[in-house]
């Protein structure tokens, strides 16, 4: 039988507040490198190809990983240490990129970085779900995402800082600090939760609702169905992820409109603060309304800000459309998380989270690419509107699903 709430309750808590805590570090050493790194890259003579091909197998790497990482969650009962070395390789290779002389080095460093972050998402998103109640998931992912998007005000706030004064380099060097503070947190805080078996034994599966039951591979070799609202959802994820190139594309842009190269990471630090101070309310709030309609809002906020950036009208209306730009992230990274983990079994956690994330970062490599090449061929404008028309095309996808509250 599960365990009783009053044993989960304190380990919950515990493991929300360490996932968020390392959520925060993580992302203050990443974000503090991610939006100097077009500006790193042009002084290494690349351009926006060599961006695409970078972000684009750079993401696509993390959804080989999560896939695998997803399956394997199912299958392991310790998931801590996978997890830790997640986010130990992901931080140790971060403060090289301050001794690169060229992108193909940068590629290397930035597939370790998103391969580690692979393997530790879907072990790590699991233990979370087990940790709460169904209708708290969204609450639960809405405030690690919002500790998450934290760092990633505070990794650009230092950034910017460092570059007053310093070189780029140095901001790669100093994103060494949060990062160990990151691996020592994941080390010492968080904590496995032993699972029960049917008859009481610890560590043994837990039993699936009939609608779930093993009927792609469980442990007995019996095939996983997955339910029709997951592939739905599926769907409407992956088309919308045709369109959503790296955010390096959004800097790319802005600076091309105008805005100067020492003021990218103050772009970061735009739309991440509606991002942190967003993501807990649209967490709660799809808990108590529609999962679905709450994600296709932040779609239609998706597509508007992109239209904005390919209209371009001025400095001021880029600036205005990062801030909304964090809206839509808050609407739909905590809340389309929830949504795949309740339209599924607790047994197939792991892999329906895993195919999630690698079908949808296969079709985001392809929108890197795509996006550079439209770019390179036709101008800034035109990946942007065909973004924008993905987005609002997955909406609608999304709103026709069929499903309960979810």
């Excluded at 393997?119 to 699991?126: S, Y």
């Excluded at 901001?171 to 029960?196: K, N, S």
């Excluded at 090449?373 to 699903?401: C, D, N, R, T």
Aim: one cysteine or more; glycine letters at 8%; a positive charge.
């Amino acid at each position: 039988m599960p365990d009783p709430p009053a044993e989960r309750e304190p380990s919950a808590a515990r493991n929300i507040y360490v996932f968020g805590i390392t959520s925060f570090l993580n992302d203050t050493a990443s974000e503090m490198a991610y939006w100097v790194l077009p500006a790193f890259l042009a002084s290494l003579g690349a351009g926006p190809a060599q961006l695409g091909l970078i972000e684009g197998i750079a993401e696509s790497v993390a959804s080989f990983a999560k896939l695998f990482s997803g399956y394997l969650t199912d299958r392991i009962q310790r998931r801590k240490p996978v997890v830790v070395a997640g986010y130990v390789v992901a931080n140790a290779v971060k403060p090289l990129l301050a001794i690169v002389g060229s992108w193909p080095q940068i590629l290397l460093i930035r597939f370790t970085d998103r391969l580690a972050k692979g393997v530790r998402g879907a072990p790590r998103d699991v233990m979370v779900a087990e940790s709460v109640p169904k209708e708290r998931l969204g609450a639960a992912y809405g405030l690690i995402q919002s500790m998450d998007s934290a760092g990633a005000i505070a990794g650009p706030l230092i950034a910017l800082l460092l570059l007053a004064h310093h070189g780029i380099r140095s901001v790669f060097w100093a994103a060494a600090v949060p990062g160990a503070l990151c691996m020592l947190v994941a080390l010492l805080g968080i904590r496995e939760r032993r699972r029960a078996a049917p008859g009481g034994q610890p560590g043994a599966a837990v039993p699936t609702p009939a609608k779930f039951r093993p009927c792609v591979g469980s442990p007995s070799g019996r095939r996983i169905s997955l339910p029709a609202s997951f592939y739905f959802v599926l769907i409407a994820v992956t088309l919308f992820s045709l369109g959503n190139s790296s955010d390096m594309f959004l800097v790319l842009r802005a600076q091309n409109v105008g805005i100067r190269v020492a003021l990218a990471p103050l772009l970061g630090l735009v739309f991440n603060i509606t991002f942190t101070l967003a993501s807990w309310p649209a967490g709660w709030l799809s808990d108590r309304v529609s999962r679905r309609l709450v994600a296709s809002a932040g779609y239609v906020i998706f597509a508007v800000v992109y239209f904005i950036f390919g209209r371009a009208p001025s400095t001021l209306a880029i600036w205005i459309a990062m801030a909304i730009y964090g809206f839509y992230y808050a609407l739909t990274q905590p809340v389309l998380k929830a949504l795949v983990v309740q339209t599924v079994g607790e047994n197939v956690r792991g892999r329906a989270l895993g195919i999630y994330v690698f079908v949808t970062s296969v079709a985001t490599l392809a929108a890197s690419l795509i996006t550079g090449e439209l770019w390179k061929h036709y101008g800034a404008a035109i990946p942007f509107y065909f973004s924008a028309a993905m987005a609002l095309i997955a909406a609608g996808i999304l709103q026709v699903a069929s499903g309960d509250r979810a």
